[in-house]
Structures are given as structure tokens and as C-alpha cells.
């Protein structure tokens, strides 16, 4: 067996699972060299359904006029590169370092409430207290963008995450279709607004480069989601890691900038809440020893994950590597690399690492209430649902 990958093994029949329909590459090196070579492995299956969409399900997103034409994460063109270059620049190091006190000032006003929470109910919820609606802020604030209609923004968010990178059955599949719909009327009509709107944005600009009002919805679909769930997901996995004990650094050391700085990439090196990534074969070709023959859909892993499909689903197992000495990633890769790699990785280090130092700070005396939480799991995604703290006895 090629060391660079690892087959799709058939599960055990006893778990209703089907055998595994994408070839896990997990070698970091494999990962990166797969990463590097766009044209020999396109990112065009990127952000296809995991389970394919019913007929009813289609016919709530045909309804709505739902399309999602390649525009930066899954197009393999040649016109990413400009693309990519117009949202860059909404992301530059300057710009991202400027946005620091504004993160702060969010992630202390967060954490205070979350404060203020515990004291008067005795319990308080960090995914939702502290973690949720700072990076939306921050992501539309940061893209010129208005703020509003958080918490819709947040339920449309993870319920596309689901209908996109999960396993839902028939009737849930269509509730996630209606939902999917309502956020796309909603982004036409803010993409519109924003392109009309006086100053700079992120959709006028791509107006201006020449991307029509479909490419504009289907990069706002997913950058909307991205651009601020995933960094929930990684503060919330971060709060509940260090308030469960296991850890290298202690709930009392976050409260410093180098203990939660040094938490934050712990965890996006072991568990982050972007695990695996897709890509697919464009044609035969050859990945370290193997040859690997076109159309082959690969599963990379940036991260140690846990990931575990719902029997029945004929999804598939890809069991936690994070023990594993030497099989670690790292923050480095766990963004991506090459041509496609997140744009907004120092944003989500930043903000995750300020909103948990800010948390630790004004909770200090805190216990985890609930050490087995439900999980979102999802092909590339996974966090904590809820981290529910109380006062220490």
C-alpha cells in the first residue's frame, strides 16, 4: 500500500455503512502535494452535496432559482486567480491586524454578557454567549458589508453546512432545502443592495471585476458560511477542550495571549473544525507511488478528526488521527495550501484566540456542566453544539 494514502476499506456490514466512496489521503506530505497540483487534482467537487439532493429537495432550490456556478473554493479556471486576487485584498495583513481592537472590543463585550449570564441563571452556554456572533461581526464589518440579521445568518449557516457536508435523510434534507432557499432569496437581495450601496464592499468590487449576479450569490453562499461559522466552530472546540481538561495549557493560562494563542493552534493542529477537504482526479494520474485513475473522488485530511457518518447513511468512518505520533498536520496545512488556501487563516487565529483568552478572563471560576455535549459531524466540519459552563464547586 502507498504510504500517501490510505484505501477506502468496506465497513462492517453490521453498521448498515456502505464502503467509503473517496480515497482518504492523510500523509501530510501527500496532502500538500495534492493541494499544489490543481490541475492534476481539481477542487470542482469541493462544495458538492456529500448526499446527493432529492428530487423534492432540488425542486425547493429550483424554485428560488438556487445556483452555485464555480467562483473561488471549487473553481479550477482560469479565472480564480483574479478572483481570488479581489477578495485578497479585503484580507490583507494590515487589514487583518487593524481589525484587532474591534475583535477585542466584541470578544470583551461577549464575554462580560456571558458573565453577567452566569451569575444570574447559574449556568451560561459559551458557543452561543461567546463564540457564536463575534466573527459574523467581524467577517461583515471586515467585507464592508451591513450587519444584520445575525441570528438568521447563523441558523442558515449551519443547517447549509449540513445539507452540503452532511447525511440527512429525506424529510430532513428538505427542511434544509427550505432553509437553503430563504438564505438564498436573502443574499440576492443583500448582494444587490450592497453592489448599489456608496462605498467599497466586497460585492461591489466583484462586481466591478465582472462577476455576474449568480457567481456573486454563490460566493456569498459559502464565504457567508466560511468566513465566520468555522471560526465558531474552532473557538467552540477550543473553550470546551480547555475547560475539559485535557489540554496542554490550563483554562487559568488562556487568560494570557501567548496560553490562548498557543490553545488556538493546539487545536487546529489535532481537532480542528475543518478536518477534511475534497478534491477530485481531473485525469489519470500519479500521487506518490499510486496511480490514480481520473474522476477518483479524495478525501484530504488537514487535521485530526473524529468524523464518523450515521450508520445507514452509506457514509463512511474516518477515526481520529490525533494520537497518532508524527501524523499531526498543523496549523499550516490545516488552512489549505497553494492556490486555494484560506484566505481569512490569520483573521480566524486572531479572532479564536482573543474571544477564548477574553472567555477565560471574565469566567475565571468555571466548570464544564456537560462533559459529552452533542457534536456537529460532518464530512469537513466538526465542533461542539453547546458548551455549558457553571461556577466551580
Known sequence: MNPAMTAAAPLAESSGQARCPYLEVRNPDAVRDVLHRPADFSPANALVAVTPLTGPALRVLQRVRFALPPVLASNDTDTHSGIRKVVAGFFTPATVAAMEPRIRELAREAAGDAADGL??????????????????????????LPVRDLADL???????????????????????????????????????????????????????????????????????????????????????RLLEGSSPVSWKDAATEAGSRTMVRHVLATESSVPTWRRVAAHETKLGDGL??????????????????????????????????????????????????????????????????????????????????????????????????????
Not at 435523510?169 to 430563504?182: F, I, K, M, P, V
Not at 448582494?191 to 449576479?213: D, I, M, Q
Request: hydrophobic share 45%.
Open 292 to 393: 490514480i485513475p481520473a474522476g477518483t473522488e479524495i478525501l484530504l485530511e488537514l487535521s485530526g478528526n473524529r468524523i464518523t457518518a450515521p450508520a445507514g447513511t452509506g457514509g463512511f468512518s474516518l477515526p481520529s488521527q490525533a494520537a497518532r505520533p508524527g501524523q499531526i498536520t498543523g496549523p499550516g496545512l490545516v488552512f489549505g495550501s497553494g492556490i486555494h488556501r484560506c484566505l481569512g487563516a490569520k483573521l480566524a487565529e486572531l479572532e479564536a484566540a482573543i474571544v477564548v483568552q477574553e472567555a477565560a478572563l471574565a469566567l475565571p471560576e468555571v466548570q464544564l456542566q456537560d462533559c459529552q455535549p452533542d457534536w456537529i459531524r460532518l464530512l469537513s466540519f466538526q465542533a461542539p453544539r453547546t458548551v455549558t459552563v457553571e461556577a466551580r464547586d
Open 119 to 144: 451569575g444570574a441563571s447559574g449556568q451560561v452556554d459559551l458557543v452561543q454567549a461567546v463564540a457564536a456572533f463575534p466573527p459574523a461581526v467581524v467577517m461583515l464589518e471586515l467585507l464592508g
Open 154 to 240: 447563523k441558523r442558515w449557516g449551519l443547517e447549509s453546512m449540513e445539507l452540503f457536508w452532511g447525511w440527512p435523510d429525506e424529510d430532513r434534507q428538505l427542511e434544509l432545502a427550505h432553509s437553503a432557499a430563504d438564505f438564498y432569496v436573502w443574499l440576492r437581495q443583500f448582494v444587490a443592495e450592497s453592489v448599489a450601496a456608496p462605498g467599497r464592499n466586497l460585492f461591489k468590487s466583484l462586481a466591478g471585476h465582472g462577476l455576474s449576479t449568480p457567481e456573486l450569490c454563490s460566493l456569498g453562499y459559502f464565504l457567508l458560511i466560511a468566513g465566520q461559522e468555522t471560526t465558531t466552530q474552532l473557538i467552540s472546540t477550543t473553550l470546551f
